[in-house]
């Protein structure tokens, strides 16, 4: 069987500090519903309206988020064609003033079989004295990775795939485009422009056997100051 992955940092913050976030989750929405993948991976859905407005226009998916209110805060969302049956959530230290990121397991069954969906954020360590940080996360995430299951890890590592090294893991969305790009007209705008680099950071890995179908970076419809990353593989 195919399975159509997609991970996107949504850039999901409020005003000034993003720009467009209603029309963009919008298109969002379009993009979804015309292309019908079957994991999403998203980060930065900060706002609890946002994953409620998601909910109400993708009925025929099933979603996985911590508890929110106002906000969500992790901003980890993960949407599945396949019902949701166990969800867990484990936030790094806090390295940043408001977010809580960390890791989102979740589990459903595709085929009659259990597969483990990890979503994850990393620290955006713009300075080098606070790299460890991200090093650190790097070794957590590791705790959590099981070879005896399944599993499906996306998520915006905020370091190039040349530096992440998983245990029984493969990288299956390997594109050398950034998707934290300055060309993306967004990382101009307002703060956002103020520490853009250029990474090759959202990435989607595998711990199973698949044949890679398709692998993609969209840059138009232009979601997000990240370019949104498709793959699909025959499982």
Known sequence: MKLRIVQLNFWGLPWPFSVWRKTRLQDLVEFIQNNKPDIINLSEVWFGSDVEYLELKLKDYHFSHTDFGALNESGLLTISKYPIKFKRFIPFNRSELFSRKGILISECK????????????????????????????????????????????????????????????????????????????????????????????????????????????YKLPLLSDHYLVFSEIMV
Do not use: M
Not at 116 to 145: A, C, G, M, P, W
Not at 189 to 197: C, D, M, P, V, W
């Open 110 to 217: 595709i085929n009659k079989k259990t597969f483990k969906i990890i979503n994850t954020h990393f620290f955006h360590s713009r300075k080098l004295h606070k790299s460890y940080v991200v090093r650190e996360q790097l070794d957590r995430l590791k705790n959590y990775l099981d070879k005896r299951v399944p599993t499906i890890l996306a998520g915006d590592f905020n370091l190039d795939y040349d530096k992440i090294k998983l245990p029984f893991f493969k990288i299956i969305s390997k594109i050398n485009v950034p998707t934290l790009n300055k060309e993306n007209r967004y990382t101009h705008k307002l703060f956002n422009g103020l520490y853009s680099i250029n990474l090759r950071c959202d990435l989607i890995f595998s711990n199973f056997k698949a044949k890679i179908l398709k692998k993609e970076i």
